[in-house]
C-alpha cells in the first residue's frame, strides 16, 4: 500500500504566496515523475506542474512565473511554492506520484486534495 499526504491549502489574498506538500509513504521502490494538479467544479482537472526524477520540471502557461515545483527524494516529498496568487487559481490542488512498489508493479497514486482559495 501506498499513502500521500497533502498539506499546505488555505484562504489567501490575491497576491499572496502558499506551499503545498505531499509525501509519500508505504511499499514504495522507486518515485518516478511527482505532480500537481487542480480542479473546480464543473471542470477537468488539469496539470499544473511536475517534476520528473531527474528534475525536469514543467509548468502549465498559466503559472509560469509564478509558481515552482520541487521534490525531496529523502523525504519522498514534493513541494509546490506558489507566489503572486490569483483568484482564478482557486482549486482543489492534487498531488500525483508515478512510482514502482515493492512489487514492481508502476501505477499512479494521487493525494486526497487540499483547497486552495484566493479571495479578498
Known amino acids: 500500500q501506498v499513502q500521500l499526504v497533502e498539506s499546505g491549502g488555505g484562504l489567501v489574498q490575491p497576491g499572496g504566496s502558499l506551499r503545498l506538500s505531499c509525501t509519500a509513504s508505504?511499499?514504495?521502490?522507486?518515485?518516478?515523475?511527482m505532480g500537481w494538479w487542480r480542479q473546480t467544479p464543473g471542470k477537468q482537472r488539469e496539470l499544473v506542474a511536475q517534476i520528473s526524477n531527474v528534475g525536469s520540471r514543467h509548468y502549465a502557461d498559466s503559472v509560469k512565473g509564478r509558481f515552482t515545483i520541487s521534490r525531496d527524494n529523502a523525504k519522498i516529498t514534493v513541494y509546490l511554492q506558489m507566489n503572486s496568487l490569483k483568484p482564478e487559481d482557486t482549486a482543489v490542488y492534487y498531488c500525483?506520484?508515478?512510482?514502482?512498489?515493492?512489487?514492481?508493479?508502476?501505477?499512479?497514486?494521487w493525494g486526497q486534495g487540499t483547497q486552495v482559495t484566493v479571495s479578498s
Open positions: 508505504g511499499s514504495i521502490s522507486t518515485i518516478y515523475t
Open positions: 500525483k506520484v508515478y512510482l514502482r512498489d515493492l512489487s514492481g508493479v508502476t501505477s499512479n497514486y
